[in-house]
């Protein structure tokens, strides 16, 4: 009997360990590429010579052998990407408190209408925001940028059900001992939020890192490319060099993984409960 038991724990660790790997192997296929010779990229399934001509090609100014703003670009999408992830969080966190906690007529017709907005693609939105941004004056530069993604309707969604979930009788106890709503909101409420906030964090900064459309749009001068428009730039749509293509992936996809595995225990917390 405790012999199909372990024959059955070590069944289940070894499916675990598959469908890791068949995850996470496109990733370590697209390292290993990036660092590949180029006369076996993408022609074998783990390559046996090994380069840094693909990173030396991107970071030399490619085809055109033009030097590129790299650090510049790199700053620029930390400075974007951070902002708009920082105002994306506190407006959600406001409007998610009010949802949840203040008591007031028509609070269910907003929530409605904020999962009712969820199922419209932003892109709809694009063009009006562009002129926008263009006739107040905000055309390439950071601020125009940064504020039209201050706003994430997802955020305010579990930011929402999140707070839902904490008993009242924390902010009564908080309300007893003077504190009003912005303390509340900040000290009470927001500190017990951590493990939630961690994965929102997370899954903001990521999408704001890899967005390209709208700063393609909006940054016009070399000084505020952000790294997705500066690598766009070297490829083109279609991108004859795959070796670099993966090396550019991995500049990419780096800040996301260190952030990822500073906050892997906080994100791990926040994904139980977004599943329970």
Same mark, same amino acid.
């Given at each position: 009997?405790?012999?199909?038991? *372990? ?17 996470? %192997? ?8 990036? !660092?590949?010779? +180029? ?17 030396? +090609?991107? &970071? ?17 999408? !930390?400075?974007?990407? /951070?902002?708009? #992830? ?17 008591? %007031? *007529? ?8 904020? &999962?009712?907005?969820? !199922?419209?693609?932003? @892109?709809?939105?694009? @063009?009006? /925001? ?12 950071? +601020? ?15 930011? /929402? ?9 924390? @902010?009564?106890?908080? *309300? ?5 709503? +912005? ?20 899954? &903001? ?20 490319? #952000?790294?997705?428009?500066? =690598? ?19 500049? =990419?996809?780096?800040?996301? &993984?260190?952030? %990822?595995? =500073? ?10 409960? /977004?599943?329970?």
């Amino acid at each position: 009997m405790g012999g199909a038991k *372990k024959n059955g724990l070590w069944s289940r660790y070894l499916i675990a360990i598959v469908l890791l790997l068949i995850m996470i %192997f496109p990733y370590i296929y697209m390292v290993l590429n990036s !660092f590949a010779d +180029w006369n076996q990229v993408d022609k074998k399934l783990i390559p046996t010579e090994y380069s840094l001509k693909s990173y030396q +090609w991107l &970071l030399g100014g490619g085809e055109a052998l033009i030097p590129r703003p790299w650090i510049n670009a790199f700053f620029n999408s !930390f400075i974007v990407s /951070t902002g708009s #992830t920082l105002l994306m969080m506190v407006s959600a966190v406001m409007v998610a408190y009010a949802l949840a906690k203040i008591p %007031f *007529k028509g609070r269910d017709t907003i929530n409605n209408f904020i &999962l009712f907005q969820m !199922f419209f693609p932003a @892109i709809i939105l694009l @063009i009006p /925001t562009f002129l926008v941004i263009q006739r107040i004056g905000m055309y390439d530069s950071y +601020w125009g940028m940064i504020l039209p993604k201050a706003m994430s309707l997802w955020a305010v969604f579990m930011y /929402t059900n999140f707070f839902k979930a904490i008993p009242d009788t924390f @902010i009564e106890a908080a *309300k007893l001992d003077g504190a009003n709503e +912005w303390q509340i909101m900040f000290k009470v409420v927001l500190p017990m939020s951590k493990s939630i906030t961690t994965v929102i964090f997370l899954f &903001l900064f990521m999408e704001r890192w890899t967005e390209l459309l709208w700063d393609m749009l909006v940054a016009k001068s070399d000084d505020m490319l #952000t790294l997705n428009v500066l =690598l766009s730039q070297m490829f083109g749509p279609y991108g004859g060099y795959p070796g670099p293509l993966y090396a550019a992936s991995v500049i =990419l996809t780096m800040p996301i &993984l260190i952030i %990822f595995l =500073l906050f892997a225990k906080k994100f791990q917390e926040g994904m139980q409960f /977004t599943l329970k």
